[in-house]
């Protein structure tokens, strides 16, 4: 059995950052466990432009983004183990794996960082009556197909769910010649950025029906067409309000859910609306050692928080496993307290005494909602307040507590994160 | 003149902007709710570009890959997409490729080279 100071699961965005950030942290001794053949997780397929903004101050496509931190790791000689499938992870932090070459074997590390990115909601999970027809794809798949494989799904086109990834295969399909007839959404707001509803709808006169959605699926043995209904506030199709769309490819964009099978598998806690683990300041969960980052831990709409976030996971866990199991007990434990139309935040427990320098907390809100302040109170004072003009389910909101904030407080008592009236 | 109605893409707000237009040349910008929104609807309306990203063909790749991604490495006027994607379906490349090769030079007589984003053995 090899030892080694951290194992991170997956080799996407999130593993990658964290095995840098960890090796720059002093754990020399790193292993990234990748089911695919190369490194890089979805990255690889988004091959439009718009990532690194916020980290490399330009707009790259996805495989740009992943080469640098593909780099960095290189760079450092960090172990990797590709087309190697995880099978299961003991309490202990055992790892089984399997690979081609090596057969069934087991990994003892100190520490582990969970990156296994998140999966897209299928068919099944949405409850489309019809029959099992070809030509119904989740728009990750109809992404991986084009952009990696070469292939074209279909030519005439129906998308449900205005989640960026729809949006973007919208535009796809259409540059590489099929007809996109129309991107229905439940909801009475987009799901995704502003931007991609202008530059990949917009710009090839794609509509976007909002409270519209898919009642049926036509077609026995390929997609023969779907029926479309508007919505009523209460999210139910309207009687009366169906209309037949003809077309030979349906592709879901209906949302993200973290793969969590390897974390509940070994005991982690998981968080009930996010669908990841829930974790502490250091983003480590119920499991000690044991730490989780990027769309496993919540899914995020901008791959730069996915590496900061990561980042912060691997120096976390290059920490835990230096100091052996010698980390101090920390003496006192805070929920992070929610109101105000937040749906959730990350990290949702801390400990005050354990955060150096600064703590992040990233968060969600429910619904749209203007001319907001984003409050954050600790033991009832207000000792945050922005203005936030807009916030909507689809962007990420975040605020950083520093520690000199928090020292203020003999005892913290209690942290509230809410929202107010500008 | 003329009239035009575009989303300002700079936040999520997404401000309705109202402009008036001779040709190419903005008049007036109104609906915007900050500075952001006129500069961003002024070069939208005289001059809209996008970057370009699309796959072209691979051959002899080791890893069996058939394609591989490419970018147009400037924006190019967003009329002269679809021209792009039509020379860009007759390209072809040899495996090994590196980011930053030239997959095709002057698509559509943009000026504008289309180059490669992944380096694919």
Redesign the interface.
Known sequence: MKQYDIAIIGAGPAGLAAAAAAYDAGAKNIIIIEREDAPGGILNQCIHAGFGLHTFNEELTGPEYAARFIARVKERGIDMLLSTMVLSIARDKTITAMNRTQGVFTIQPKAVVLCMGCRERSRGALNIPGFRPAGIYSAGTAQKLVNIMGYMPGREVVILGSGDIGLIMARRMTLEGAHVKLVAELMPYSGGLKRNIVQCLDDFDIPLMLSHTVVDIHGRERVEGVTIAEVGADLKPIAGTEEYYPCDTLLLSCGLIPENELSRGMGVGIHPVTGGPMVNESLETDIEGVFSAGNALHVHDLVDYVSEEAAAAGRNAAQFALAGNANEVCTQRICIELSGGIRYAVPSAIAPDRIQSSLTIRMRVGSVMKNKRLNVIINGEKIISRPRPVMAPGEMEQVVIMKDMLDKYAKVESILITTEDM | MERKT????C????CTIEAELEGNHVLSVRGN?CPRGEKYAKSELSNPV??????V?LTGSA?G???A???SAREIP?GK??DC?KELSRVSVAAPVH?GDIALKNAAGTGVDIVI???MQ
Do not use: E, Q
């Open positions: 575009l989303t300002c893409i936040c999520p707000i997404g709710s996008r970057t370009l990203t699309s796959t063909g890893t890959a058939a394609v991604p490419v970018r967003k997409m679809l994607m980011i984003t992944r380096d």
